[in-house]
């Protein structure tokens, strides 16, 4: 087990980064040559050996760790921590607001571009205010992974601060996000875990948040003035978390793994390069996986002895896409190796469907999904809201659209005309209750897209649709 304990043996080098507000002192540890680096927030008492043990544990790991003093506006002034409930309206506003916090993150992320380090290769992780200012920089900026401990304020006011809280609320995350909570936790306010949860679920990235029943605040502090109550079990299982959470993100090469998969075809059919050799892909497709995207993650993969096909989700931070999601269907049988692309062409300017490029096929489907088919073609509605989960996440390629949206956008309402998808699957990829299916939908004019469907006990839990532009 391993608590973050200083233990007065490693000592952090200090540097300075230069922001729209002066100089800012950054503590490090580690290799700048690392593969990798994790950016290191603080709480609202400051920089403090907690912060000096954490970097040090990062960079052990193998990490370049760097730390910023976020207060350094104050010049050194003594952090006024405050010590009963009346002294906080004040040290809210002793606080740096998000605006300071986005100008001291961007110059930290700008400095760690300039020695390698694109964003791909960058995470973030923080504490209390600092774990708050990692869910900010985690909406704003494509990071590969952050890791939040125990940060009141996201989704509702702590205290009488927090004066941009709408705006952080109205952020989408654009980095997969781990948030770590104790439930006895002073700082957070009754139910906002609950909402926190409800925000993150709806991100586009991976996310988790995880509780931990009768914990405090800064459980993994071990520290006689640390503001909380130090909990060794939670405080283990969270470090492992969270290193397991770093390095899943940073240290996986999805990038040169899908430009392996696309180079091994023989031919691969994009929605805008066409039916191609991988080279003419690679030159004219705008989701080719190159250095143009800052990030490629995969989100989902799902194979068969006939095929497999992958998830991704590419992001950069300009222009604009800066967030594609696309799947990757690849056949397993055949003489000729072949790969289909699909993504919304729509974000890229194009106005026209792709038109179909598979004939519809004559496989037997799964039962559940063989159900849901049917009532989505003939627009029953009863049998779709049985299918359909009540807390189903929808992802259309125009964003997430609730439920009722998609059943009233299919179904024939009561005494109504006649509605319905008409839809014919090409293709079936199976995997433990998760179907990926290429489909021609035949509303004209005709078109061809991918949906992965999730399936639990016969209800579907998860939709995820490829296609576009579409004109219903």
Not at 10 to 28: F, H, N, W, Y
Not at 124 to 147: D, E, K
Not at 241 to 256: G, K, T, W
Not at 426 to 447: D, L, Q
Request: hydrophobic fraction near 40%; glycine fraction near 8%; aromatic fraction near 10%.
């Amino acid at each position: 087990m391993t608590t973050f304990v200083p233990d007065g043996t490693t000592t952090p080098a200090l540097i300075e980064i230069t922001t729209a507000d002066g100089s800012m002192p950054v503590r490090t540890a580690g290799d700048p040559a690392a593969d990798a680096a994790i950016i290191v927030l603080h709480q609202a008492s400051g920089p403090t050996p907690h912060i000096d043990a954490v970097i040090a544990d990062l960079s052990d790991l193998g990490y370049y760790a760097v730390a910023p003093d976020l207060f350094y506006r104050r010049k050194n002034e003594p952090v006024p921590f405050p010590s009963d409930p009346s002294m906080l309206p004040a040290f809210d506003a002793w606080l740096p607001g998000d605006s300071d916090l986005l100008t001291d993150l961007s110059a930290v992320t700008d400095h760690l571009g300039d020695n390698g380090f694109d964003l791909g290769h960058v995470g973030v992780m923080g504490y209390s205010f600092g774990g708050r200012a990692t869910y900010l920089a985690a909406a704003t900026w494509p990071f590969a992974a952050a890791v939040t401990y125990y940060a009141g304020g996201i989704g509702r006011h702590l205290h009488v601060g927090n004066p941009d809280l709408a705006a952080l609320r109205g952020k989408t995350l654009r980095t997969p996000w781990l948030g770590l909570f104790g439930e006895a936790d002073h700082f957070i306010g009754e139910g906002e875990l609950d909402l926190l949860e409800t925000l993150v679920g709806n991100a586009p990235v991976a996310t988790s948040l995880v509780r931990y029943p009768g914990v405090q605040h800064s459980f993994d502090v071990d520290v006689p003035e640390a503001p909380g109550a130090f909990d060794a079990d939670a405080a283990a299982n969270a470090r492992s978390r969270a290193i397991e959470f770093l390095n899943l993100h940073l240290r996986r090469d999805d990038r040169q793994e899908l430009i392996a998969v696309l180079s091994q075809q023989d031919w691969v059919d994009d929605p805008i390069a066409g039916f191609a050799t991988p080279d003419t892909v690679r030159s004219s497709s705008p989701v080719w996986p190159d250095s143009r995207w800052a990030t490629v993650e995969l989100t989902m993969h799902v194979r068969n002895d006939r095929r497999e096909v992958r998830e991704y989700l590419l992001r950069r931070a300009d222009p604009a896409p800066v967030e594609v999601p696309i799947a990757v269907v690849v056949d397993r049988d055949g003489s000729d190796r072949r790969a289909r692309i699909y993504f919304d062409k729509s974000l890229f300017g194009s106005d026209q469907p792709r038109r179909p490029i598979l004939a519809p096929g004559t496989d037997d489907l799964p039962p559940d999904l063989a159900e849901y088919h049917r009532a989505l073609v003939s627009g029953d509605r009863e049998s779709l809201e049985k299918i359909i989960a009540s807390d189903a996440r929808i992802q259309s390629p125009y964003g997430v659209i609730d439920r009722g949206r998609f059943v009233d956008e299919f179904a024939t309402a009561p005494g109504g005309p006649e509605r319905g998808a008409p839809v014919e699957y090409c293709t079936v990829t199976a995997e433990s209750g998760t179907y990926a299916c290429e489909f021609i939908g035949w509303r004209r004019p005709p078109h061809c897209g991918v949906a992965v469907y999730r399936f639990v006990d016969g209800r579907l839990q998860a939709m995820r649709v490829y296609e576009g532009p579409v004109y219903r």
